[in-house]
T-cell receptor
Framework: NAGVMQNPRHLVRRRGQEARLRCSPM?????VYWYRQLPEEGLKFMVY????????ESGMPKERFSAEFPKEGPSILRIQQVVRGDSAAYFC??????????FGNGTRLTVT | AQTVTQSQPEMSVQEAETVTLSCTYDTSESDYYLFWYKQPPSRQMILVIR??????QNATENRFSVNFQKAAKSFSLKISDSQLGDAAMYFCAYHSGYALNFGKGTSLLVTP
């Protein structure tokens, strides 16, 4: 059973470009979470999604960031018009109700 | 909001010795979960151990055990017979509902 798959592993974008981060949850998992890890910090919750629904986006910046988890295909975290402060590792996790979260290996976004 | 505090930014232990990593948290809830995650340089988030708040018995997983003091809101991780492969960042996390709140982490160095 494959784990949570994130791609790309590394992503470099220039300021002003768009970044799209993908996450395929573990098979059978319908809950997806996105976290951001800044250098020397723990993971910060961004958004929680179930299929086709955003359940909680309280940790997501109000502008430029969006997330989706369509009926078919991976979950996407989109960052528009990236700035240097967006440079971080972005982790996706998945679960079924009541189970611990399983994390992917993260995408390291570097904005130049 | 729940907060998780790890007061030790760095710890060092000799191979085969025992080390304890500290974690405290703040919550007004009675039903929750606590976790320790390990993050090696590969960046993968690995679940080390889990504790349900309603259980008085401390969780144990092989060389890893916790000291859970609910009244004191303390959740420390003990690593026995430390191995070189234990070197990593260790994050304490609080889980209630669906969001995981992480501490800032403790960097564990294991010396031969």
């Amino acid at each position: 059973n494959a784990g949570v798959m994130q791609n790309p592993r590394h992503l470099v974008r220039r300021r002003g470009q768009e970044a799209r981060l993908r996450c395929s949850p573990m098979k059978g998992h319908s809950h997806v979470y996105w976290y951001r890890q800044l250098p020397e910090e723990g993971l910060k919750f961004m958004v929680y999604l179930q299929k086709e629904n955003i359940i909680d986006e309280s940790g997501m910046p109000k502008e430029r960031f969006s997330a989706e988890f369509p009926k078919e295909g991976p979950s996407i975290l989109r960052i528009q018009q990236v700035v240097r402060g967006d440079s971080a590792a972005y982790f996706c996790a998945s679960s079924i109700m009541g189970s611990p979260l399983h994390f992917g290996n993260g995408t390291r976004l570097t904005v130049t | 909001a729940q907060t998780v505090t790890q007061s030790q930014p760095e710890m060092s232990v000799q191979e085969a010795e025992t080390v304890t990593l500290s974690c405290t948290y703040d919550t007004s809830e009675s039903d929750y979960y606590l976790f320790w995650y390990k993050q090696p340089p590969s960046r993968q988030m690995i679940l080390v151990i889990r504790q349900e708040a309603y259980k008085q018995q401390n969780a144990t997983e092989n060389r890893f055990s916790v000291n859970f003091q609910k009244a004191a809101k303390s959740f420390s991780l003990k690593i026995s017979d430390s191995q070189l492969g234990d070197a990593a960042m260790y994050f304490c996390a609080y889980h209630s509902g669906y969001a995981l709140n992480f501490g800032k982490g403790t960097s564990l160095l294991v010396t031969p």
